[in-house]
């Protein structure tokens, strides 16, 4: 049996890895939620209004943030599976991986920037 090695969890690829897996589950985990907020609508205007005065607390604001955050994750890290799968230039997928998560800082701050403007 051939033990995993611990110096590919230092590679940049592998937390790219991990990050595109863990937005992933976190994204999925949303939907239900998601689901269910949309569902109040069904139950009549007054419901749904009862629900949207829920979301103007700071916790919802922050998991608005999150969720951005995490759209953003999950989608440079597709565009970047889709770059390695597709392209012929492996010398720059480090730049790839450091570019996704830039992207994915400045979108979530930039969202974060207008929930307090």
Same mark, same amino acid.
Not at 31 to 51: K, R, S
Not at 52 to 67: I, N, Q
């Given at each position: 049996?051939?033990?995993?090695?611990?110096?590919?969890?230092?590679?940049?690829?592998?937390?790219?890895?991990?990050?595109?897996?863990?937005?992933?589950?976190? &994204? *999925? =985990?949303?939907?239900?939620?998601?689901?269910?907020? %949309?569902?109040?609508?069904?139950?009549? /205007?007054?419901? +749904?209004?009862?629900?949207?005065?829920?979301?103007?607390?700071?916790?919802?604001?922050?998991?608005?943030?999150?969720?951005?955050?995490? &759209? *953003? =994750?999950?989608?440079?890290?597709?565009?970047?599976? %889709?770059?390695?799968?597709?392209?012929? /230039?492996?010398? +720059?997928?480090?730049?790839?991986?450091?570019?996704?998560?830039?992207?994915?800082?400045?979108?979530?701050?930039?969202?974060?920037?207008? &929930?307090?403007?």
């Amino acid at each position: 049996m051939r033990r995993n090695d611990q110096r590919a969890r230092a590679h940049p690829a592998y937390w790219a890895f991990l990050m595109h897996r863990l937005s992933g589950l976190g &994204l *999925a =985990l949303f939907l239900p939620i998601h689901f269910w907020a %949309l569902g109040q609508a069904l139950h009549g /205007a007054a419901a +749904l209004d009862g629900f949207l005065r829920a979301t103007d607390r700071p916790l919802f604001k922050f998991a608005e943030w999150g969720l951005v955050v995490l &759209l *953003a =994750l999950h989608m440079t890290g597709g565009v970047r599976l %889709l770059i390695i799968e597709f392209g012929s /230039a492996s010398n +720059l997928r480090k730049d790839w991986i450091a570019g996704s998560l830039g992207f994915a800082a400045v979108v979530g701050m930039a969202f974060a920037l207008s &929930l307090f403007a």
